[in-house]
């Protein structure tokens, strides 16, 4: 008689991880998500993005290089996106498709000449276009990769901004445990202050 092998845990859901912190952003019209792998970040972008699809105007800025999970709602072959938005002035309503029956979703890729984003990052034109989200009463997510040129969503027009981990041991998940429960109990003045100056101010989205 052989011994069973252990069954495998199942994949961490990164979308359902996106849905359960989506109502946090209740409120609020221009969000950063930011992480190193990009699938994960994809995902959990389009969760936070699908829960608040009931809104007028709901979009996710793909700054990840196409990543799969949002590429793959793209319908249309047409290979501009935010980088012809900001380096040749093309107009956000041609590179935002909408994501069938899903509400008011659109995805905006990177676009084929996604050269830097630093650049991209640094420009002007974000604040624009949270105002216009704003003036909507919609959403921006902004899905970039925490460890690219440009410091992440550093020079992005943002009111918060989600970053996503994976825990790679018990060992290292029990440190992070420690250390939020220290940063949170530090940070609970300073997040009182900060929201009423409308300092942008930041989530953690730690698990796996």
């Known amino acids: 008689m052989t011994a069973e092998a252990p069954t495998a845990p199942p994949p961490f859901d990164w979308e359902s991880a996106g849905r359960r912190i989506a109502p946090d952003f209740d409120g609020l019209h221009a969000i950063a998500v930011l992480g190193d792998d990009e699938v994960h970040t994809a995902r959990v972008a389009l969760g936070i993005a699908r829960h608040h699809a009931r809104r007028p105007r709901v979009a996710i800025g793909d700054l990840l290089g196409e990543a799969e999970p949002l590429q793959s709602l793209v319908p249309s072959d047409d290979p501009h996106g935010l980088a012809d938005v900001f380096e040749y002035g093309v107009s956000l309503s041609r590179v935002a ?19 830097d984003q630093a650049e991209i990052l640094a420009h002007r034109r974000w604040s624009r276009l949270a105002a216009g989200f704003r003036e909507e009463n919609g959403l921006l997510i902004v899905a970039v990769s925490g460890s690219g040129p440009g410091g992440g969503a550093r020079g992005v027009a943002h009111e918060r901004a989600v970053l996503v981990r994976a825990a790679t041991s018990k060992w290292s998940r029990w440190i992070q445990y420690y250390c939020y429960g220290a940063l949170a109990l530090a940070a609970i003045g300073i997040l009182l202050t900060v929201s009423r100056a409308g300092i942008p101010t930041f989530v953690l989205v730690c698990l796996g």
């Open 97 to 115: 498709h909408r994501v069938a029956a899903e509400g008011d979703l659109f995805i905006m890729p990177s676009g084929a000449l996604l050269t």
